[in-house]
C-alpha cells in the first residue's frame, strides 16, 4: 500500500527579537554598501575625468591652437586631481610659466629703467632678454600659434630694434646713441637717435627723380651710394655697387622711384650693407611651426640673413626652390656670408612681395617687408637721399 504524501513543512517563523535584529542589521549595512558605492563610482568618474582632461590637453598640444591663458587653465585643473597621470608633469609645467612671466616682468620694468650695457657681450644678452619679451607679448595677444607665428615672425617693436643697432655700434666700434626714455601711459617708445649718430646723409636735393635722368642704374657707382650710406664700410661699396645694378634690372627695379625704394629699404634692414646676418642667436625662433622651424635646432640654424633677413626654415626652402640655390639648406650660414646671395634674398623678398608696385608709399612697403612700421622716419630719410642723389 502506497505511502500517503507527506505533509508540508510549516514555514518558519523568526521571533520578534530576531526580525528587529536583522533589522538593525540591513539599517546598518545598506548605507555601507551605497557609501562603498559611491565611493568607486566617484573614483571612476574622477580617473574619468583626468583622462579626458589629458585627452584633450593632448588635442591641444597637437594642434596648438590654444590661447596661453586656456594652457594655464587646463594645467591647473589637471595639477589639481591627486592620482592622475599628468599631474607631477603640469605642477611643472606651471611652474616653469610661472618663472617665465616673472622673467618678462622683469625685462619689461628694464625698458622702464633704461639700457644698462656697455659691452657688445652685455648688449647681447640685453638683445636676447628683450627678443624672449617680444615674442611672449605676441603670443600673449594673438592666441593662434599659427598667427603667432605669421605675425611675430617679422615684428621688433622699436625699442629692440633700437637695441639691435646699438649692438651693432659696439659691434663695429661705434658709440651707441643715448637713450631717453619716454614715459607715457600708451607704448613705450624711444626718442629719436640723433641724426649724427643714425641718419643717413642728406645729399643736396639737386634733383628728386626728375623725367629725363636716364636710367637710374647705369651710373650706379660706389661714390654714389657713399652718399646714400655714408656709415657703409668702403669695401662693402665696391663690392655691392655692380651687383646691385645687375640685380635690380633683373628684378626690374629699374626707375629711379623703385631704386630709391628699394635703396632706402636696405639701407635700414642692412643698416646701411653692413649687417647680413641677425645678431641674436636665432633661440626665438626654434619650434616656430608657421616658420617650418620643425626640426631641433632650426630656430637658430634658419634665423634672420641677407641684405633683406629672410628667417624660418620654410623661407630659406622655398627661396633655394626658386633661386635654384639649394646649397642654402645645408649650409645657412652662405646668406650671409656670400655678398651675391644676400642681395638676391633681398631682391626675392622683394619681387614676391610685389613691391615694385608700391614705389610711392613707403609705410606700405615697410608694413610688407617688416610686418609693421619700425624705423619709418629713418627709411624716408634714406628714401630723400636715394632720390636726391639719384
Known sequence: MPESPSAPTAPRVFTPTVLAWLGALGAAVAPTVQFINGYWQNQLKQTEIAHQIALDFAKLAIADKASREY???????IASIDGNPLQGWARTELAERSTEQQAVMDALRSRLEG???TTLAECKVYLE?????????????????DMKDTVGAAIKDDYTTSVERDCRDLETGGRPPPAVVVAAAGPIKLSPASAASAAPGT????????QGNGNPLEQLSPAKLARIYPRARPADLDTYA????????RAEINTCARVAMFLAQLGY?????????????????EGRAGLGNIQAGDGP????RGLIQIVGRSNYQAFASATHHAEVMDNPALVATDPEL?????LWIWTRAKLNTLDDDVAVVTRRLNGGVNGLEQRRTYLAAAKAVL
Open 129 to 145: 632678454q628683450q627678443l624672449k619679451v617680444q615674442s611672449y607679448l605676441v603670443a600673449e595677444t594673438f592666441d593662434r600659434k
Open 71 to 77: 594652457r594655464r587653465d587646463t594645467l591647473k585643473v
Open 115 to 117: 639700457r644698462r650695457y
Open 203 to 210: 645729399a643736396a636735393p639737386t634733383r628728386v627723380c626728375e
Open 269 to 285: 634692414e642692412s643698416g646701411e650693407l653692413r649687417f647680413t646676418e641677425e645678431l641674436s642667436s636665432g633661440e626665438a625662433y
Open 342 to 346: 644676400a642681395l638676391e634674398t633681398a
Open 242 to 249: 655692380p651687383l646691385l645694378r645687375k640685380g635690380l634690372a
Open 301 to 304: 640654424r634658419f634665423k634672420g
